[in-house]
């Protein structure tokens, strides 16, 4: 005599025996689905840390160069820098030098900022 508990477990067997790709497939849609998720989530924090920076670098266009830089006080080849792209007003003018010291030093040598 089969107990019903192994009579459904039975069922079950033979259902995923029957629809096996059908089962797989559709944990793979699953599994998709929620990888497409957690990309757009990434793309979405992407843009958000893009917009940041146009945002930072249209205030920076606005922003006029002073005639030295801030830290060595020096007048040639001067650029703008943001500390903080949270901060798009806050924007110094470096020399080409002091710059690249402040973004390997801040930023791990990124370019951006
Ligand atoms: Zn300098
Ligand atoms: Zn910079």
Redesign the pocket.
Known sequence: MVSKKEHIAERQRLNYENNKDAILMQQKERYNKIKIRLTNKNMDLDIVEKKKRFNARSYARKTPLKKE?G??K?TERLERHHWDYNKPLLVST??N??HEIQHIRNFGGSKFG
């Open positions: 830089c830290i060595c020096t470096l020399c030098q002091c």
